[in-house]
């Protein structure tokens, strides 16, 4: 049986891996190819243990692999075969030169593009994934056509809107889903040709359609201002600390206001992942190129919230434990940078365990999904720091807990018997205000949360 479109996914990781494979699970009359130069990454999304975790995703890999979804490292193979090619290769922040700590590093898109340039003998559409400076497409458009065999490229961009933990709701119910195109006429039928694939699941009053500028900055910006709710939000946290207010009770009120909404309000030891910090550095060094240092200077300012954040939380521990946290056994509830996901890519609990390590504190990580990461992120730091499974255990004998991560199973452990295993006094920072802090109390606890009043038994 023949496919009606040929589309292909470059760059298999969390935004190309889950994307793809929803496409091919939605549209069993298109073939849907992804490759990657990662033979190892390849390789896991071939077998039973797919590379990412993400609930939902096994069973969606599971229905169209093999029948209409495809993974392989034979990149020219993939371009030369198909006709619609998404790039969703990496662009993490510059680490050397000019914007060094600021730009995206765009190493790998020119790679990429001219890839595609080099072996397409057909036309093709090109589809911006990834997130990336505005006016990417301009420069993509030159690299695609500099060596003009005849091929004619049109880039469209669709930025993927999804988030960790809970990709596959929303790649499957998406609030939007949008696509820039240039307002040419071939730019118009490309626009619609992707239209057509997204129509097979999600209603057409959510796919809106913009010039292609629009499109690239909006993602920064969505990004930019879903951050800065949780730097607003967690500025204020620190003066409820000072004056009795309670950071949830504020939220709660001040989301109710149906101009504000009430999402991204929770109070936290900092946002992290791969996209905020990125995305915002990336908007902040755009601004500045283009002389905006006023507005540059203003969202550098979530950042710089965040950073303070994570500082604080570990300053609110030593002060809290005597101003001395040597020597002290300290359990991470929570490595991911938020639940439902293995990802600790700028997760807080890296730099918490870190300054811990250097206040010379014993620390214990659990997670229970990403403990193998966690290896990763901190294996240049000696044995101060052990893994543990079990949070029960992990608690065991220590001197605090400090929750990192929103885990579902954190809630409901029995903290009578960790208190009793632990040493005393036994503390909880709890850095995502999940746990029942009256009662953690009433069994002994000192209890730390994020934005109200401590509370303490001395
Ligand atoms: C990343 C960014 O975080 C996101 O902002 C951007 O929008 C898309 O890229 P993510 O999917 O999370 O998202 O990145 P990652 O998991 O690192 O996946 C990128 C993949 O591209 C990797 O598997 C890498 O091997 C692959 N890649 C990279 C290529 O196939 N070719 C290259 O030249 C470079
Ligand atoms: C984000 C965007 O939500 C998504 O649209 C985009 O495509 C990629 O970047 P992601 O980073 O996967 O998604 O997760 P998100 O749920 O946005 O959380 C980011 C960070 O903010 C996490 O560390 C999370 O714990 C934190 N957070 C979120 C808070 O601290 N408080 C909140 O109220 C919400």
């Known amino acids: ?14 935004v190309g891996g889950p994307t793809m494979a929803m ?34 995703l096994d069973e969606v890999v599971q229905t169209a692999r093999g029948r209409n979804l495809f993974f392989s490292t034979d990149i020219e193979k993939g371009i030369k075969e198909h006709d619609i090619i998404f790039v969703s290769v990496n662009t993490p922040t510059k680490t050397f030169g000019d914007g060094a700590g600021m730009a995206a590093d765009l190493q790998y898109w020119e790679k990429t593009a001219r890839q595609i340039s080099k072996y397409s003998d057909t036309d093709k559409i090109i589809v911006e994934k990834s997130t990336l400076p505005v006016r990417t ?6 690299i695609l056509t500099a060596s003009n065999r005849g091929v004619r490229f049109e880039v469209l961009s669709n930025p993927e809107f999804m988030a960790e933990g809970t990709a596959i709701r929303d790649l499957e119910e998406p609030d939007r889903i949008l696509i820039g195109s240039r307002e ?14 997204y129509t097979n699941w999600v209603s057409e009053e959510r796919i809106i359609t913009s010039n292609i500028w629009s499109s690239e900055l909006s993602k920064l910006v969505s990004n930019a201002f879903l951050a800065q709710r949780i730097s607003s939000i967690n500025s204020i946290s620190a003066l409820c600390e ?63 919230i965040n950073d303070y954040q994570k500082e604080r939380f570990v300053h609110n521990m030593l002060s809290a ?50 403990l193998d990461n966690a290896r990763i992120d901190l294996q240049d730091l000696s044995d101060q720091i052990s893994y ?33 295993s632990m040493a005393k006094p036994a503390f909880v920072f709890d850095g995502r205000n999940i746990l029942d802090h009256k009662g953690l109390f ?12 401590a509370l303490t038994h001395f």
């Open 1 to 14: 049986m023949g496919f009606d479109k040929k589309i292909l996914g470059i760059g298999a990781g969390y």
């Open 23 to 56: 496409i091919a699970f939605k549209c069993p009359q298109h073939k849907v190819t992804v490759v990657d130069v990662n033979h190892d990454r390849i390789a896991r999304w071939n077998s039973d243990k797919l590379p990412i975790y993400e609930p939902g």
């Open 137 to 142: 497409a301009e420069a993509l458009e030159r």
């Open 184 to 197: 040419t006429e071939e730019g118009r039928s490309a626009r619609d040709e992707l239209v057509g694939i």
């Open 242 to 304: 000072k004056t009795e207010a309670d950071v949830t009770e504020v939220a709660r009120a001040v989301g109710m206001d149906s101009r504000i909404g009430p999402g991204f309000l929770n109070a936290s030891i900092g946002f992290g992942g791969s996209c905020f910090q990125k995305d915002i550095l990336n908007l902040v060094y755009l601004c500045r190129h283009y002389g905006l240092e006023d507005v540059a200077d203003y969202w550098e300012g979530v950042v710089s």
């Open 321 to 370: 434990m005597f101003n001395t946290l040597a020597g002290k056994k300290i359990c991470l509830f929570g490595f991911a940078f938020k639940a439902n996901t293995g990802d600790t890519r700028e997760s807080p609990a890296i730099y918490v365990a870190r300054r811990l390590f250097e206040e010379k504190a014993h620390v214990r990580i659990t997670d229970p999904k990403a």
């Open 388 to 420: 543990v499974e079990d949070p029960r255990e992990a608690a065991s004998g220590c001197d605090a807990i400090a929750v990192m991560t929103e885990w579902d199973m954190y809630r409901d452990l029995d903290y009578a018997r960790i208190y009793r």
């Open 442 to 453: 009433e069994l002994g606890f000192n209890v730390y949360p994020t934005g109200k009043g």
